[in-house]
């Protein structure tokens, strides 16, 4: 993992270990029409404001050859799926989360002297249950625009295979009806 973080690569293009992947470009306001939001915590409204800068989002989806999935809202977040459509690893505000027996734990990045390590941080139960409503929030958002007439397709690999979008569409809307934390990070 890289000591200093930089923008992420070109997924459509590299993210060569999901076999299926798409990109779409979604206008702005389908995404950040929130007024009617129950947010205590505020968890959503944070991940929301960097969608308030520009006319257009990035939704990138990828599957890999084990099914498992992960899908990108722009940079971040990022939620990582398990082929039983469990959520293994989330990168949300700057902060990467990891499923541990069922439950998601912070991974704090202390300096080490140049290395790169974590250590598990344990989240109080309603930062979890925050976390896990806009998890649920943006996979409707997803769902929701993927269905849309205003999406632009920028790419899809295999390019002459559409077929797996309509399987994806199916788990992502599953998914955003309700989801479980895994027990693991791993796939």
């Not at 299926?20 to 915590?41: K, M």
């Amino acid at each position: 993992m890289a000591i200093r973080q930089q923008r992420r690569e070109n997924l459509l293009l590299e993210a060569t270990a999901y076999t299926r992947r798409a990109l779409f470009r979604i206008p702005r306001a389908g995404l950040c029409d929130i007024r009617e939001l129950s947010d205590p915590n505020g968890v959503l409204r944070e991940w929301l404001s960097p969608f308030r800068q520009s006319a257009h989002w990035e939704l990138f989806v990828g599957m890999r050859s084990d099914d498992s999935w992960s899908i990108y809202f722009d940079e971040q977040p990022v939620l990582q799926f398990n082929f039983e459509d469990r959520l293994r690893r989330l990168y949300a505000d700057n902060q990467r989360y990891a499923a541990v027996e069922g439950r998601l734990r912070l991974l704090d990045r202390p300096a080490r002297g140049g290395q790169v390590t974590f250590a598990e941080v344990e989240v109080d139960a309603m930062r979890h249950q925050s976390v896990l409503a806009a998890c649920q929030w943006f996979l409707q958002a997803a769902a929701d625009a993927l269905q849309s007439v205003s999406i632009h397709r920028v790419g899809l690999i295999p390019s002459d295979d559409e077929s797996w979008l309509v399987w994806f569409q199916q788990r992502l809307r599953r998914a955003a009806d309700g989801f479980e934390v895994a027990s693991t990070p791993s796939a």
